[in-house]
């Protein structure tokens, strides 16, 4: 079993920026493929970013160049830098772990999630 709990969260400015991080319990995480997925009100839970276990990376176009998705194995973290943030980012941020390795943008091949972090980007 994996845990994942999202810091980072908050309220800023449009133009400005946040760092979110991700911390997994679990002594495989290298392996793992991590995501990020936000869910807006009253909108379907939507695919930021993602990244493999060789660190290949994927994005949302939405989000392309604006965000940057890395890890620190030795920290067992994942981190979602996001810069130039826009109202429309404002949402509840979800980390998850794909057991898998890939860098898959499919809510589906999660396994585990995070309880979320609040983003609220004020215009």
């Known amino acids: 079993q994996v845990q994942l709990v999202e810091s980072g969260g908050g309220l800023v400015q449009a133009g400005g920026s946040l760092r979110l991080s991700c911390a997994a319990s679990?002594?495989?995480?290298?392996?793992?493929?991590m995501g990020w997925f936000r869910q807006a009100p009253g909108k379907e839970r939507e695919f930021v970013a993602a990244?493999?276990?060789?660190?290949?990376?994927n994005y949302a176009d939405s989000v392309k160049g604006r965000f940057t998705i890395s890890r620190d194995n030795a920290k067992n973290t994942v981190y979602l830098q996001m810069n130039s943030l826009k109202p429309e980012d404002t949402a509840v941020y979800y980390c998850?772990?794909?057991?898998?390795?890939?860098?898959?943008?499919?809510?589906?091949?999660?396994?585990?999630w995070g309880q979320g972090t609040q983003v609220t980007v004020s215009s």
């Open positions: 990244i493999s276990g060789s660190r290949s990376t």
């Open positions: 679990g002594r495989t995480f290298n392996n793992y493929g």
């Open positions: 998850a772990a794909d057991r898998e390795g890939w860098s898959s943008s499919a809510r589906r091949v999660y396994d585990y």
